[in-house]
Nanobody, 123 residues
Framework: QVQLVESGGGSVQAGGSLKLSCTAL????????MSWFRQAPGKERQLVSS???????RNADSIEGRFTISLDNAANTVYLQMNSLKSEDTAVYYC?????????????????WGQGTQVTVSS
């Protein structure tokens, strides 16, 4: 059974930094990549950053230039380095991945989700 285990959330002041980690058990991120989402209270879940299996990445406009996604293949862990945090970044952050069917074919939906980690930024 695939598991995504997150860590690294916490509380910081505006302008500070946090680094989130997502380690996969029984899943390889270099098959279908992975993504970070966040959900603030009363708001819909938002795609924050994605890393494709070829190592390329894409960020939401709201975090461009402040957040960086990276992959440690040896540790099978994806990181989200968050700098210059703002109060509007406060949310529960989730990592998510798609099922790999083999031969580079990936599900269009996100099948696996982490448990979520709280990030709170105070102004």
């Amino acid at each position: 059974q695939v598991q995504l285990v997150e860590s690294g959330g916490g509380s910081v002041q505006a302008g500070g930094s946090l680094k989130l980690s997502c380690t996969a058990l029984r899943y390889m991120f270099n098959t279908c990549g992975m993504s970070w989402f966040r959900q603030a209270p009363g708001k819909e879940r938002q795609l924050v950053s994605s890393m494709r299996s070829d190592g390329s990445s894409r960020n939401a406009d709201s975090i461009e230039g402040r957040f960086t996604i990276s992959l440690d293949n040896a540790a099978n862990t994806v990181y989200l380095q968050m700098n210059s945090l703002k109060s509007e970044d406060t949310a529960v952050y989730y990592c998510a991945a798609r099922q790999h069917y083999g031969a580079g074919v990936c599900d269009t939906n996100f099948d696996y989700w982490g448990q979520g980690t709280q990030v709170t930024v105070s102004s």
